[in-house]
């Protein structure tokens, strides 16, 4: 038993001996580099993405189509995983149409199309891009102040839902909507009140909404009113 030890010790030795001595070829290779990793990247994206979405419903046409060109240069597929290449070309493409947009209603359509298709890809892999904690919402005794604030909050809730992608932040948005006292519109202008009406319905349409390409259209078309309703206001205020 001591000769079966003492020859193991033996052969040990030799293996340290060699590898410390001739066998170093795989060793003096240089080492691949590491792929970097994408998660900077993607929180970035995220970020010009919202920045997009948000120039949309500000009526900023010219500002979402720079955020737009921004995300298409930056969504090469030399920056990614290989296995990411369909998703990344459909979100290339929403970008793509939504830099190329001729109007607000066209920019909101595709902006929701990006969002959608960042939703589908983090859903692939396992991913998530949602925020864990919510900001609050904070009523306000003004109807108007209050109607826009839980507006706007319930359409973040909504944009979390398609691009997290998240059910119940989907669902809470849909809710705070229907929950949200009408605005009287009697002393607006047609066209404002026109544009209350689609909110409305579209506020309804949020709650049946329960798959991806549902929620991308209900999401758009919302997104569409938003930047119709801020331009006119915009522009009835300078008249």
Same mark, same amino acid.
């Given at each position: 038993?001591?000769?079966?030890?003492?020859?193991?010790?033996?052969?040990?030795?030799?293996?340290?001996?060699?590898?410390?001595?001739?066998?170093?070829?795989?060793?003096?290779?240089?080492?691949?580099?590491?792929?970097?990793?994408?998660?900077?990247?993607?929180?970035?994206?995220?970020?010009?993405?919202?920045?997009?979405?948000?120039?949309?419903?500000?009526?900023?046409?010219?500002? !979402?189509? $720079?955020?737009?060109?921004?995300?298409?240069?930056?969504?090469?597929?030399?920056?990614?995983?290989?296995?990411?290449?369909?998703? %990344?070309?459909?979100?290339?493409?929403?970008?793509?149409? $939504?830099?190329?947009?001729?109007?607000?209603?066209? !920019?909101?359509?595709?902006?929701?199309?990006?969002?959608?298709?960042?939703?589908?890809?983090?859903?692939?892999?396992? !991913?998530?891009?949602?925020?864990?904690?919510?900001?609050?919402?904070?009523?306000?005794?003004?109807?108007?102040?209050?109607?826009?604030?839980?507006?706007?909050?319930?359409?973040?809730?909504?944009?979390?839902?398609?691009?997290?992608?998240?059910?119940?932040?989907?669902? %809470?948005?849909?809710?705070?909507?229907?929950? $949200?006292?009408?605005?009287?519109?009697?002393?607006?202008?047609?066209?404002?009140?026109?544009?209350?009406?689609?909110?409305?319905?579209?506020?309804?349409?949020?709650?049946?909404?329960?798959?991806?390409?549902?929620?991308?259209?209900?999401?758009?078309?919302?997104?569409? $009113?938003?930047?119709?309703?801020?331009?006119?206001?915009?522009?009835?205020?300078?008249?």
């Amino acid at each position: 038993m001591y000769l079966i030890v003492a020859r193991s010790l033996i052969v040990a030795s030799l293996g340290i001996s060699i590898a410390a001595c001739g066998g170093t070829k795989a060793s003096d290779e240089p080492a691949a580099p590491e792929q970097p990793s994408v998660t900077p990247r993607m929180h970035k994206n995220v970020e010009v993405i919202a920045q997009m979405r948000f120039a949309v419903e500000r009526g900023e046409l010219e500002e !979402a189509q $720079t955020r737009a060109h921004e995300l298409g240069t930056e969504l090469k597929e030399s920056n990614y995983p290989n296995g990411w290449a369909p998703h %990344l070309a459909r979100v290339r493409e929403a970008v793509a149409a $939504t830099k190329d947009s001729k109007g607000l209603f066209d !920019a909101a359509i595709q902006s929701a199309r990006a969002g959608s298709a960042c939703g589908t890809c983090h859903s692939a892999f396992g !991913a998530n891009a949602l925020k864990k904690e919510m900001e609050p919402l904070v009523a306000s005794p003004l109807p108007r102040t209050n109607f826009l604030t839980r507006h706007s909050w319930a359409a973040e809730r909504l944009w979390e839902g398609l691009i997290g992608p998240s059910d119940e932040r989907w669902n %809470l948005g849909a809710k705070t909507l229907l929950e $949200t006292p009408v605005l009287d519109t009697s002393n607006m202008t047609p066209e404002m009140q026109s544009l209350g009406e689609t909110l409305l319905a579209l506020s309804k349409g949020a709650g049946a909404a329960t798959k991806t390409e549902q929620r991308e259209r209900v999401y758009g078309e919302y997104l569409a $009113t938003c930047a119709a309703c801020h331009s006119t206001y915009n522009e009835q205020q300078a008249e």
